[in-house]
């Protein structure tokens, strides 16, 4: 017994000890760090309750901060395009509002990939002083590395997004826009306008297309009245320059004025879908089986 008691401590003694080894220790805390532990979890849904109250702020210098220098999107802004256009943004809608959902996470090393729920709020105002709103929708992945004990964001692929802007009538009128999520370069697709206005309130509509520039180059928008059923449609040709696009719907409501002559402006409505666009694979070459024979 005393024998195998002694092969017992030289076991542990050969092999006990190897964990502890100081050139393991890094790899066994990558290991522990790329798991999808209680901890892990909590320091990227902290990282981004922190990042919307620095939002909620509109303080650009500390929100800044949460962002690599080396970031870039899946429409082409890097770190310094980025601060411009929130410097913009902020700048012209000072009250927006944000709040994020963070739907689920996956560790890579010292990476992860997190899918964020985002929505904002705005009031604002036009040249006549009248107060309208803006509402967005945004759902987009975050890519993360680690840095310290926190995380900085290296990237972004938006999948949808959203932006309503209402005044007026065009509050309290019932719309559908819809429009692809996903085009391929060049091909064409289509986007229709569905609204529901009440009875005597007269509405003209357009639709149009830009690719995702900055600064945003507008289109000259061409209104035309709804059909019978209150839809507009319009077929489009996604850009051959592989830049993601925004289809945009805008709505104008007019009422009869009070001595039923003339017709005054009374809502208008500014509707924005995100349009991504897949660059053609020229190395795809699929060959029939003629051709493969020949």
């Known amino acids: 017994m005393k024998r195998f008691i002694g092969l017992f401590f030289i076991f542990i ?3 006990g000890n190897v964990s502890v080894y100081a050139d393991e220790l890094p790899i066994r805390n990558r290991l522990n760090e790329s798991k999808a532990t209680f901890s892990n979890k909590y320091s990227v849904v902290k990282f981004f309750q922190e990042h919307v ?3 909620n702020q509109t303080n650009l210098e500390n929100f800044l901060k949460f962002y690599s220098q080396d970031y870039i ?3 082409g802004f890097n770190i310094e395009s980025t601060t411009y256009l929130f410097k913009e943004l902020w700048t012209q809608y000072g ?3 944000y709040k994020n959902c963070v739907n689920s996470i996956a560790f890579f090393g010292d990476t992860a990939m997190v899918n964020v729920t ?3 709020t705005a009031t604002l105002m036009n040249d006549k002083n009248k107060q309208g709103q803006l509402k967005s ?3 987009v992945i ?4 680690r840095k310290n004990k926190s995380w900085v964001i290296t990237g972004e692929n938006i999948l949808t997004e959203q932006i309503n802007i209402l005044w007026g009538d065009a509050k309290s009128v019932a719309t559908h826009f819809e429009a692809p999520q996903l085009v391929g370069s060049g091909e064409e697709y289509s986007a229709t306008l569905f609204i529901a206005p009440p009875q005597g309130i007269l509405a003209i509509g357009s639709i149009s297309s830009e690719v995702v520039s900055y600064p945003q180059k507008p289109q000259k928008d061409i209104f035309k009245k709804f059909s019978q059923d209150y839809t507009i449609e319009r077929i489009m040709t996604a850009n ?3 830049t993601n696009e925004y289809v945009i719907a805008t709505i104008g409501y007019s009422r009869p004025s009070a001595s039923g002559n003339n017709m005054n402006l009374s809502g208008f409505a500014c509707l924005i879908r995100r349009v991504n666009v897949v660059p053609k694979n020229k190395f795809i070459n699929i060959k029939d089986d003629k051709q493969q024979k020949k």
């Open 13 to 15: 003694l050969l092999f």
């Open 53 to 55: 109250e620095c939002a």
């Open 73 to 75: 999107s899946n429409d």
């Open 95 to 97: 009250n927006v509002k």
């Open 118 to 120: 985002e929505t904002a």
């Open 137 to 139: 929708f945004v759902d």
């Open 142 to 145: 975050y890519y993360l590395k």
């Open 240 to 242: 051959k320059e592989n």
